[in-house]
């Protein structure tokens, strides 16, 4: 997942797009997060009180209807420094809330303390982040439906509500900063969505206009590049389109030292030869109409070190006829590397091509069906195969599929449903698929479950990424920072990315910085890739039980694993829940299991290093 700028813009709309179906100014109480946080009762603004009676207000409305900890409310307002008193302070500036609420509404019980938590009651008309999602939603099925008018006016409601970056005179809070960042990431969506309807309506000019800073100041989004670029292209500005994706190519190599991914190359040759660009994602011109392409990859990766017995077993299976290969593990832990890399080193054993389909979208959510039919349409040229009617196009897809000899990958699955909805019903082609949960429902699958890397490997790939000179330095510090990455090859790939570029600061000062767990988030993050933006995706699936239960194992010991006896003295539940909770965070792909047989009493669980801190930011 990409990163984005704090000063997102809203989106410029042409002239006379006003929404006949807009509210009009509320009487009641209405809180905002989209922007400075506010409340206003009858359109009079409140005033909300000293900074940490409005962190604590603010962290309530960020997870609205929802019990939020004590101990979540404490780290909001004052981080890892509580003072003796922080629970009765807490009490305080809750108790000033609810004077302030009755004040306006004598019968609004508003805030509620349940089970050491406080909850906060909200409307959809009361709070503009839940009417942001509820508009941006049916944004979304109007525009799956192909009403792109209705949708493009849903998106234009939901964009309305945006005043700015969310929540800037909080961003001390870390909870609060990581509330901020998730509200501009769905907020960026969204904008993209509004594009996509727009360029259906036939509309490049308005997209080009509304696009211009926002891509400017994510210009590593390539969903957001991919629509700019396909808007200028189609409003007459090739030239400009052509040079907007050299300086993309450039970036991307100086700053990440990656290629543009497929999809924007397509676009980019769609644009050289001057073709009408397609509604999506962009059509390869260089395939003959009624006949897929022979590979669809993304690049293989530049850096790709270690992993020699999973490669060899994932090729091995798929070699030897097994139709289905599951690579699953934790955020982080290299998954679509791997199998990016057992593909291309397959590439001769499909004559019929290659396909490499993304099951998520940019900011984390299912991709509809939608969406995968109209990619799978334009890949095997069939028009039957089309976001008109995707359960007969995926029915058509997996025949078609079935008579050919193809390697699909599916990346980042998340339940089985919608894997088994792409598989062939018969025939010779192969499936790799990458999840974080085990996808248990998957019975026929051979499962490579990848562990972190080992510490040679990990240093191996650091070594690659500062040079050897460098590495051999301080060997040492090096192995430092490969450990607090927790040996994941996300979060050594980000470290390797930044010290490449910060070339002056010695590996032992960089390994000091991430020795601090508070701090070790914020450093990996460069060039707009963020290791707490993947964590944050993973916390956002869970459901409000998951995310009480991870919370409360933050509480445990950094790197040391756990036992049950453990979880149940945390949890304050009976051994059975308790055990429920643990094997439902298992099914998530959240906690490490025991890779041998063991009793429950016995079995010593882990979880991931990065995900333990992350836990531990959200209590």
């Not at 100014?25 to 506010?38: A, C, D, H, S, Y």
């Not at 979304?140 to 493009?152: F, K, M, P």
């Not at 450990?483 to 990315?497: D, E, S, Y």
């Not at 059975?576 to 429950?600: K, N």
Request: with cysteine.
């Amino acid at each position: 997942m990409l990163g984005f700028a704090d000063n997102t813009p809203a989106v410029r709309r042409p002239d006379g797009d006003q929404d006949p179906d807009a509210p009009g100014q509320p009487t009641g109480l209405r809180f905002r997060l989209l922007g400075q946080l506010g409340a206003e009762a009858g359109g009079t603004s409140l005033a909300l009180g000293p900074l940490k009676q409005r962190t604590v207000l603010a962290a309530l409305l960020a997870r609205p209807n929802t019990l939020v900890p004590t101990d979540l409310l404490t780290d909001a307002v004052w981080q890892d420094d509580p003072p003796r008193t922080a629970r009765k302070n807490l009490q305080v500036y809750v108790s000033a809330l609810r004077r302030l609420f009755h004040s306006v509404d004598r019968d609004d019980e508003r805030v509620v303390y349940q089970s050491d938590g406080y909850l906060l009651r909200a409307a959809e008309p009361e709070l503009d982040t839940l009417e942001f999602e509820s508009l941006a939603r049916a944004g979304r099925e109007a525009a799956a439906e192909g009403a792109h008018e209705s949708a493009a006016r849903m998106f234009s409601r939901a964009l309305r509500l945006w005043d700015g970056a969310p929540l800037p005179e909080l961003r001390h809070s870390p909870v609060l900063r990581a509330t901020a960042t998730r509200l501009t990431m769905r907020y960026v969506a969204a904008v993209e969505d509004w594009a996509e309807t727009q360029l259906a309506l036939g509309n490049p000019r308005t997209v080009v206009n509304a696009l211009a800073d926002l891509a400017e100041q994510n210009p590593l989004r390539e969903r957001l590049r991919a629509l700019q670029l396909t808007a200028l292209h189609r409003a007459g500005r090739r030239a400009e389109a052509l040079a907007v994706f050299s300086e993309l190519r450039q970036q991307l190599s100086r700053e990440l030292g990656l290629s543009p991914s497929p999809e924007l190359e397509a676009c980019y040759r769609t644009i050289l030869s001057d073709q009408a660009a397609p509604k999506d994602v962009p059509a390869d011109p260089a395939a003959p109409a009624g006949r897929p392409r022979p590979s669809l990859l993304p690049p293989d990766i530049p850096d790709f070190t270690g992993r020699a017995e999973e490669s060899a077993a994932l090729t091995g299976a798929v070699r030897r006829g097994e139709r289905l290969v599951l690579v699953t593990g934790p955020v982080g832990i290299g998954k679509t590397a791997l199998a990016v890399h057992a593909a291309h080193r397959l590439r001769n054993d499909f004559p019929d091509g290659q396909l490499f389909l993304r099951l998520r979208q940019e900011d984390g959510a299912m991709r509809p069906p939608e969406a995968l039919t109209a990619e799978l349409g334009r890949f095997t040229g069939d028009g039957r195969i089309s976001a008109a009617d995707p359960e007969q196009g995926l029915t058509i897809w997996r025949s078609w599929l079935a008579g050919r000899r193809m390697l699909l990958v599916l990346d980042d699955a998340r339940d089985t449903g919608r894997v088994r909805a792409l598989l062939p019903v018969a025939g010779d082609s192969a499936v790799v698929v990458t999840s974080r949960a085990p996808l248990a429902g998957l019975c026929s699958a051979r499962r490579i479950d990848l562990p972190p890397q080992t510490t040679a490997e990990a240093l191996e790939l650091l070594a690659a990424m500062i040079g050897h000179q460098r590495f051999r330095s301080a060997p040492a510090a090096a192995e430092r920072i490969v450990t607090a990455c927790g040996l994941l090859p996300l979060a050594v790939c980000v470290a390797g990315h930044k010290l490449a570029v910060l070339r002056h600061v010695p590996l032992a000062e960089f390994a000091d910085r991430l020795s601090d767990p508070h701090c070790v988030l914020d450093e990996l993050a460069v060039g707009g890739i963020a290791v707490r933006h993947r964590l944050s995706d993973q916390w956002n699936e869970l459901d409000a039980p998951g995310r009480a239960t991870l919370a409360r194992l933050g509480h445990l010991p950094l790197t040391a694993p756990f036992t049950l006896d453990q979880a149940v003295g945390l949890l304050g539940r009976d051994r059975r829940q308790t055990l429920g909770e643990l094997e439902r965070l298992i099914a998530a792909g959240v906690i490490v299991s025991p890779a041998a047989e063991v009793s429950a009493h016995t079995a010593r669980y882990a979880l991931p290093p990065l995900t333990h801190i992350y836990a531990r930011e959200c209590r």
